[in-house]
């Protein structure tokens, strides 16, 4: 029996009590190390096998290579998509995209207020008279109260994308969330990322073919001229880089 095999019967028959927190850190500190050069797929396999339903993929439709890995693996796998309410069309129709062909569990979050009860509270475009507690509110909290969930969840970061994310561990912990942080493509670069979408017809958004290599809200992401960082056209103009999630 292969090792995605096993992993998805394991992951389907699996529903894992939830571990402490001291238990999840002791758990990442023998691991990490040990899964530092292992293939993607293996990343996947080993927190399959090891937080069964307690594990989900996040993803924020930019491209659809970690679902379909986690798809081989374990089809059925929770993907967890963001919905802020401020994505552009080509963003939502890759979210439906990946629900329509991939065999995973879609879950769409949503804010607690609409961007309209938001505008009401925190007054008119939010995102331009604080960006920091926009994306607290439509991104940052809603995860969070997500995950409570799960005892562990992955990421489609790579050190490859910007400075900020060069020492992202394979498998580390997020101790803000309390949680086990899985990022299977840490160690991948754009050339592999590019092979692995093109052998496997994975779907991308099509905003990355319109300059748009790293996609947010549509109210804060900009094309990116050809040469310049990938996550120049976020958050333009201001010293922001991340929204929160990752930090």
């Known amino acids: 029996m292969s090792l995605s095999t096993q992993a998805a019967r394991d992951f389907k028959g699996t529903h894992t009590a939830g571990r402490t927190p001291e238990e999840l850190r002791e758990l990442v500190s023998h691991v990490g190390a040990e899964l530092e050069l292992a293939p993607a797929e293996n990343i996947i396999e080993w927190a399959v096998a ?72 925190y007054g008119k475009d939010l995102y331009k008279t604080d960006p920091d507690l926009c994306c607290k509110l439509r991104k940052v909290a809603p995860l969070a109260d997500s995950l409570a969930e799960y005892d562990a969840w992955a990421t489609g970061l790579r050190r490859a994308e910007t400075h900020n994310r060069v020492i992202a561990p394979v498998v580390g912990w997020d101790a803000r969330k309390g949680k086990v942080k899985v990022s299977p493509l840490a160690r991948w670069s754009d050339e592999q990322m590019e092979t692995y979408i093109a052998e496997n017809g994975v779907l991308v958004n099509p905003l990355v073919y319109d300059n748009y290599p790293s996609i947010g809200c549509w109210p804060c992401t900009r094309r990116v001229a050809p040469g310049d960082d990938p996550r120049s056209g976020r958050w333009a103009g201001t010293n922001k880089t991340e929204c929160g999630i990752h930090s």
């Open 50 to 121: 090891t937080f069964g339903e307690r594990f989900c993929v996040t993803s924020s439709m930019g491209d659809a290579v970690l679902a379909h890995l986690a798809s081989k693996v374990a089809p059925g796998l929770d993907v967890v998509f963001l919905d802020t309410g401020y994505h552009f069309a080509e963003t939502i129709g890759t979210r439906d995209a990946v629900e329509a062909t991939l065999p995973v569990n879609l879950i769409t979050l949503t804010p607690v207020q609409s961007v309209a009860e938001q505008d009401a509270a």
